[in-house]
């Protein structure tokens, strides 16, 4: 598979979790969680582990890992480091109850890159609230790091 360095796991330990988990399923020792996003909270989208947490023994569940959209997890999750503005405001539209596919709506896409745009002004702009979501600011993906030096540090891991 081939997987990148995070949390101060090496793709090779992501790897082997990864491979842990297909046969696990597939010898029916594991069930797939069906759960809203994670995330944005879209109770209507596929999911797919986001994993935190690859220290052994493995775990499957929060906080080690969470089930997550496929835009949360490759558009937000893994490109935050890189586009750490962009995840700032992406948690800002999840907040106010934003899924990620509201994004794909234009007007909502044009609110969002409007707020982006202004945040980088300097100002502070607000997005409108599209559902009531509870939230209590502790959400796991409220704490990420966007700080790459802890894609490789042994010190991110969760657990030794
Ligand atoms: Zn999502």
């Given at each position: 598979m081939g997987y990148n360095p995070y949390n101060g796991y090496s793709g090779k330990e992501r790897d082997e979790k990864e491979a842990e988990r297909a046969h696990l399923l597939q010898s029916g020792h594991l069930q797939l969680r069906h759960t809203e996003c994670e995330l944005c909270g879209d109770p209507d989208t596929p999911t797919k582990a986001h994993v935190e947490d690859y220290s052994k023994p493995y775990l499957w569940e929060p906080p080690a890992e969470y089930m997550v959209c496929d835009t949360c997890a490759n558009d937000m999750l893994q490109k935050r480091f890189r586009n750490k503005d962009r995840w700032d405001s992406f948690k800002a539209h999840v907040r106010r109850g934003g899924y990620a596919r509201d994004l794909q709506d234009p007007a909502t896409n044009k609110e969002f890159l409007d707020y982006r745009e202004a945040r980088e002004r300097g100002e502070k702009p607000t997005l409108r609230i599209l559902r009531d979501r509870q939230l209590?600011?502790?959400?796991?993906w409220e704490k990420l790091s966007i700080d790459s030096n802890t894609l490789t540090d042994p010190k991110a891991r969760p657990r030794p």
């Open positions: 209590t600011g502790n959400e796991w």
